[in-house]
């Protein structure tokens, strides 16, 4: 790697960071309480949901697809998980089964891609329908209420001290990194991302590695929605409304590129931090919600932009 790429690639990793940095410090500056620990504690926990998904979100980006149904998988995962909840079954079962759940739905998104060599945004634009609309045929529009007695599922977003779900997450983020880095699988999806034919040519099982990472993104849409019941104590069908654009924009502002072929799981992270950072930072500062959407659009505009310059002088 030549002095030039990896300057590039050390940009690429630092920018969004820096973004972060600078958004924080001058929320603080406005408003002193913006740097306590609780607030440091609440942002970190917002972040959960999103950056799980994002997590899964990056390896499908990074091999060239995108899976625009994820909000609505994470609903539907959502209702499954609280439906197990309401039937008295085992925690630990209920965590294998909503994540089995996840990667299967991720799984048809892949197969129809790969399978009938459709685009990604069409079949997860339709997927995105189904989901969501079986979310709410299941649930009669209604949300499942999980019962009083249940409590352990409080600890995981809420509770004393650090929330087992940003521990969850951080060990996600460190198990990919060094999955995406150091392994043959991680290096076949930049592969596949780069140049799909050239792969093929290579020899590698391009159809097999796409059906996976979808599989897997879906697999994390189903451990982000176990953190979301966790939070709301209920399955409702009408969560997660929206979520796929800010888990698409956590990636693409941790530098990942919708070209293919770029991104990291830690940026992801950064990305899905800097929005959260953004929207409490506006609302404790009384910033008016229509602002904040302004202001976050932006920055993913900006994000886009810096993409398309970034390539346009490779």
Not at 228 to 253: C, F, H, R, W
Request: aromatic share 8%; with cysteine; hydrophobic share 55%.
């Amino acid at each position: 790697m030549s002095k030039a790429t990896h300057l590039r690639s050390m940009l690429a990793m630092l920018g969004p960071f820096l973004a972060l940095l600078v958004v924080y410090v001058i929320f603080g500056s406005l408003n002193s309480r913006f740097f306590t620990t609780d607030v440091a504690l609440n942002i970190l926990t917002q972040t959960v949901i999103v950056a799980t998904a994002a997590i899964g979100m990056t390896l499908i980006i990074i091999s060239g697809g995108i899976d625009l149904s994820v909000g609505s998988m994470i609903a539907l995962s959502c209702v499954f998980c609280a439906w197990l909840t309401t039937k008295g079954m085992d925690p630990l079962m209920i965590f294998a089964a909503t994540i089995a759940f996840g990667a299967f739905c991720g799984a048809c998104n892949g197969s129809l891609t790969v399978k009938l060599k459709l685009l990604p945004f069409i079949v997860t634009l339709g997927t995105m329908q189904i989901f969501r609309g079986a979310a709410k045929v299941a649930t009669n529009g209604t949300p499942i209420n999980l019962p009083t007695t249940v409590s352990a599922w409080k600890p995981w977003m809420g509770g004393v001290g650090l929330p087992y779900g940003v521990w969850m997450m951080l060990a996600l983020v460190l198990l990919f990194s060094l999955m995406l880095r150091f392994t043959r699988f991680g290096r076949h999806i930049f592969a596949v991302g780069s140049n799909e034919l050239t792969a093929t040519l290579c020899g590698l099982p391009v159809a097999r590695i796409k059906i996976l990472v979808y599989t897997i993104g879906g697999a994390m849409a189903g451990l982000a929605a176990i953190m979301n019941m966790a939070k709301s104590s209920q399955g409702d069908p009408t969560t997660a409304t929206g979520m796929e654009l800010d888990v698409i924009a956590a990636v693409v502002i941790g530098g990942a590129s919708l070209s293919g072929g770029e991104g990291s799981v830690l940026g992801a992270l950064v990305g899905a931090l800097l929005m959260t950072t953004i929207r409490n930072g506006c609302g404790m500062n009384g910033i008016p919600t229509p602002w904040t959407e302004v202001i976050t659009g932006a920055i993913i505009v900006i994000a886009v932009i810096i993409d398309r310059l970034r390539h346009r002088k490779a």
